[in-house]
């Protein structure tokens, strides 16, 4: 199974990280990597984290491994969303709260949670 999370959705769920500075919410997102390496180390499914880099200055998407989590960032002037909906396939498993993510995940028969 491949796990697509929705990054800074997911952070947002569960924490209350619309305060933080930069510095900050880059500590969360590497909290976040970390329990995901530990999750995976007794359950071998593949992991992709996808963070907005709307506003980066990157005109392509970022790419990183993080302990065999597969790390992106958008691309400038694109968002989270459109990559999460571009690698939304059958068999998938995305978590999202996003409407929009979760309406298109069940069109292309990928789950989510």
Same mark, same amino acid.
């Given at each position: ?73 958008? *691309?400038?002037? &694109?968002?989270? %969303?459109? !990559?999460?909906?571009?690698? $939304? /396939? ?6 999202? *709260?996003?409407? &929009?993510?979760? %309406?298109? !995940?069940?069109?292309?028969? $990928? /789950?989510?949670?």
């Amino acid at each position: 199974m491949h796990i697509i999370i929705d990054g800074y959705n997911y952070l947002h769920a569960i924490r209350n990280v619309g305060h933080l500075d930069a510095a900050g919410f880059e500590r969360e997102r590497d909290k976040l990597l970390q329990r995901l390496a530990a999750y995976r180390s007794y359950k071998p499914n593949n992991i992709t984290v996808v963070f907005d880099g709307t506003e980066s200055l990157n005109l392509y998407r970022g790419r990183e491994d993080f302990q065999g989590i597969q790390v992106l960032f958008s *691309a400038q002037g &694109e968002n989270a %969303d459109e !990559v999460i909906m571009e690698k $939304a /396939e059958p068999g998938n498993l995305v978590v999202t *709260a996003d409407r &929009e993510i979760i %309406d298109h !995940v069940f069109a292309n028969g $990928a /789950e989510t949670i």
